[in-house]
């Protein structure tokens, strides 16, 4: 019996295969972009700019605290924070609905421990 060698490859299978995975990549990537804690932010007419190394406290609709993803306590907030640099980015993202008074504490807690690069994160207006 002669065995003989292929005369051409279906590549059709391959082409479904990349299209398969190019999908399952942009739909992971617009969850990775917008972040695992929902927070709708407010407007404002000035572009953020990027800041590279730098801490990220967030406020939910629900008034709830995280630092860097992980949630939090505000007194845990506070020992948590005490033991960075002073001179590390801190951005405060905070629901456009989170109570005026949770936002407050925030900022006040930043301003206790003397951190002096702090910004809030808004989105641009249309």
């Known amino acids: 019996m002669e065995t003989r060698g ?3 490859i279906n590549v059709i299978p391959f082409i479904d295969i990349m299209l398969v995975l190019l999908t399952i990549v942009l739909t992971t990537a ?15 007419e000035a572009p953020a700019g990027e800041i590279k190394g ?8 629900q008034g709830k ?14 020992a948590t924070l005490s033991g960075y640099d002073r001179q590390r980015p801190v ?3 905070a629901d456009r609905q989170v109570a005026l008074q949770a936002f407050v504490g925030v ?15 808004t989105e641009a207006s249309r």
Not at 54 to 61: A, E, H, P, S
Not at 66 to 76: F, I, K, R, T, W
Not at 108 to 114: A, E, I, N, P, S
């Open 107 to 121: 900022m006040d807690l930043l301003k206790r421990l003397d951190f002096t690069q702090v910004s809030l994160l």
């Open 30 to 44: 617009t969850f990775i972009n917008s972040g695992a804690i929902p927070i709708k932010l407010p407007q404002a």
């Open 6 to 8: 292929f005369d051409s």
């Open 65 to 78: 605290f995280y630092l860097d993803g992980a949630a939090v306590e505000l007194a845990a907030l506070e």
């Open 91 to 93: 951005v405060v993202r």
């Open 54 to 61: 730098l801490l990220q406290v967030d406020i939910d609709r």
